[in-house]
């Protein structure tokens, strides 16, 4: 199967940066084991600097299951948010990240781009590293 480059976006192009500072659900897909996707929404931040999304999250979701079981190598994801016309995908391999630093930055992080999340003391992160960004924005 051949892959679209047409949709195709920088991570640090600006329209993408300031449609990823609205407020927005976005939508992260994960893969099972038996290979079916896993979809879900969820609020998401884009560290574009560094080069990864993160997404806070109980550790004993399944979407945090999901990414553990993937082990260091990180499993396939990809978080979509769409408004209205405007969409972007951003896809990469996702880790599972339970260090308190960790946490932290990415509480503020999400504090910033929708509220104080609330409190959850087996709360993660799912860090997905950038491969590629599509959408139109």
Same mark, same amino acid.
């Given at each position: 199967?051949?892959?679209?480059?047409?949709?195709?976006?920088?991570?640090?192009?600006?329209?993408?940066?300031?449609?990823?500072?609205?407020?927005?659900?976005?939508?992260?897909?994960?893969?099972?084991?038996?290979?079916?996707?896993?979809?879900?929404?969820?609020? *998401?931040? #884009?560290? =574009? +600097? @560094? &080069?990864?999304?993160?997404?806070?999250?109980?550790? /004993?979701?399944?979407? *945090?299951? #999901?990414? =553990? +079981? @993937? &082990?260091?190598?990180?499993?396939?994801?990809?978080? /979509?948010?769409?408004?209205?016309?405007?969409? =972007?995908?951003?896809?990469?391999?996702?880790?599972?990240?339970?260090?308190?630093?960790?946490?932290?930055?990415?509480?503020?992080?999400?504090?910033?781009?929708?509220?104080?999340?609330?409190?959850?003391?087996?709360?993660?992160?799912?860090?997905?590293?950038?491969?590629?960004?599509?959408?139109?924005?």
């Amino acid at each position: 199967m051949q892959r679209t480059t047409r949709h195709a976006i920088r991570a640090d192009d600006e329209r993408l940066l300031a449609f990823w500072r609205e407020r927005h659900v976005c939508t992260l897909a994960t893969v099972r084991p038996d290979g079916t996707p896993h979809a879900v929404p969820v609020g *998401a931040t #884009l560290d =574009a +600097a @560094a &080069g990864v999304v993160r997404v806070i999250t109980s550790g /004993t979701s399944a979407k *945090a299951r #999901l990414v =553990a +079981a @993937a &082990g260091p190598d990180g499993a396939a994801a990809a978080v /979509t948010q769409v408004d209205g016309a405007r969409w =972007a995908t951003i896809e990469g391999r996702a880790v599972l990240r339970t260090d308190a630093e960790s946490v932290a930055d990415a509480e503020r992080r999400y504090t910033e781009r929708y509220r104080p999340p609330r409190a959850n003391p087996q709360r993660v992160v799912i860090e997905i590293t950038i491969d590629r960004v599509l959408g139109h924005v």
